[in-house]
Structure formats: C-alpha cells, structure tokens
C-alpha cells in the first residue's frame, strides 16, 4: 500500500504564511512527480504547483512569486511555502504524488487526505 499524508495547514491572517508537508511511504519504487492541488468550496481542484525528481518545477499563475515547491528525494517528501497568503488561497490542500509501486510498471496517482487552509481577512 501506498500512503501519502500531509500535515502543516491552519488559520492564518492575510499576508501571513505557512508550510505544508507531504511524506510519501509505503511499497513504492519510485516516484516521478509530487505536487500540490488545491479545491476551494463549490471550486473545481485546482494545480498548485508540481516538482519532479530532476528538481523541475511548475507553478499556477496564482501561485508563481508566493509559493515555493521544494523535495527531499531521499524521505520521499514535498513541501510548500506560502508566503503573502490571501483569502483567496483559501482551499482544502491535496498533495499528490505520481509514482511507480515496485513489480508494477506503470505509473499510478496517489492523493493524500487534504489539509485545509484558512486565510482570514
């Protein structure tokens, strides 16, 4: 079985920031990409932001200058630092991770619980 289990959300006032991590354990070979996606009440889940092994990088336009992706590829973990929070970043936050389980060839999604995120005015 394959785990991905965020931590890091919160309440936090307008300009404020936070830090959200996501570990990635279980029967896995390898991962290809790890990202963050986001779904606000009656929204549609959206990108965040993506980094692949490589250290790649791929930012929404919402996200590009506030948010920074980063990866330990050894604890199979991705964080996001968001700066300069608005209330529109309101969301529940998923990471997800696109990986290969060992003796499987293909490459399969996984999706953690989500985390909320709270930006007050």
């Known amino acids: 079985q394959v785990q991905l289990v965020e931590s890091g959300g919160g309440l936090v006032q307008a300009g404020g920031s936070l830090k959200l991590s996501c570990a990635a354990s279980g029967y896995i070979f390898n991962i290809n990409t790890m990202g963050w996606y986001r779904q606000a009440p009656g929204k549609q889940r959206e990108l965040v932001a993506t980094?692949?092994?490589?250290?790649?990088?791929n930012y929404a336009d919402s996200a590009k200058g506030r948010f920074t992706i980063s990866r330990d590829n050894a604890k199979n973990t991705v964080y996001l630092q968001m700066n300069s929070l608005k209330p529109e970043d309101t969301a529940v936050y998923y990471c997800n991770g696109r990986l290969q389980r060992f003796r499987i060839s293909k490459l399969e999604d996984y999706w953690g619980q989500g985390t909320q995120v709270t930006v007050s005015s």
């Open positions: 980094t692949t092994t490589g250290g790649s990088t």
